[in-house]
Each structure stands twice: as C-alpha cells, then as structure tokens.
C-alpha cells in the first residue's frame, strides 16, 4: 500500500512540474524555444511580461488555426495600481486537432512596423 502512495505523489509532483493544472498548461517567457505536448481539446495558457503604457504589446504572428486556436481575448493584470507600471498579459489557447504548429507572439510597437520585435516567444506545439 505504501508504494501506491509514493507513485502517486510521483504523478503529481510530475504534472506540478510540467505546468499542467486541471487540464491547463501554463507557460511563461523562460518557456520560449521549448516543444509542449497537448491532448485534442486541452488548454494551453501563456503568461508574458509587458507594459502597453510604452506603446509595446504582444502580438500572434501567424496562427495556425486549424491545430490551436486563441480563446478570447488575453487577459491583462497589473502589477500595481500606479500609472504606467508593468504587469503579465496571458493568453488562452486550445488545442483543436492532432499535428504540429508554431505559436509565435512578438513583442513590438505596432506603429513602428520597420523596427524588429523587442522580444520574441515562440514555442513548438505537438498536438495528440
């Protein structure tokens, strides 16, 4: 009996690990350059750093909706409740069918489109 509980706690301690949460897969900035492995129907959820008081924000490049699809809008949370601070914006998306894709988001001033992305997240997305 005491070694179901032990590879149970193992299980969980896994899923912790991962970044899985009730069926989530939560990712952050560090995350970018990494493959995550999604079940059909599964949520993935990003979480990046920014400031849009600077006029920078994060942006989808080229999602293929067909694999992964963005619910809703993202999510914006401050860090503080003063004038032009930071915060976290996550975005939601769901895994739709098996296969491959590239979700890809840049960190950019839309009204300076000659200039190249501030920062870049972009992270292989295998879908089974």
């Known amino acids: 009996m005491r070694r179901a509980y032990s590879w149970a706690g ?3 301690l896994g899923f912790a690990l991962a970044g899985c949460r009730g069926g989530q897969t939560l990712l952050a900035e560090g995350d970018s350059g990494k493959t995550v492995e999604l079940a059909v129907g599964q949520e993935l959820q990003v979480q990046l750093a920014g400031n849009p008081t600077t006029g920078y924000t994060w942006s989808l490049t080229g999602l293929d909706e067909n694999f992964l699809q963005q619910q809703g809008e993202p999510d914006y949370e401050s860090d503080s409740d003063l004038i032009g601070a930071g915060g976290t914006a996550t975005y ?4 739709e069918s098996a296969g491959q894709t590239t ?3 840049i ?7 000659d200039n190249p992305p ?3 997240f972009e992270v292989e997305v295998v879908i089974k």
């Open 92 to 95: 939601t998306f769901k895994a």
């Open 118 to 120: 501030k920062k870049t």
């Open 10 to 12: 193992l299980v969980l």
């Open 103 to 105: 979700l890809k988001l």
């Open 107 to 113: 960190y950019s001033r839309s009204f300076e489109p």
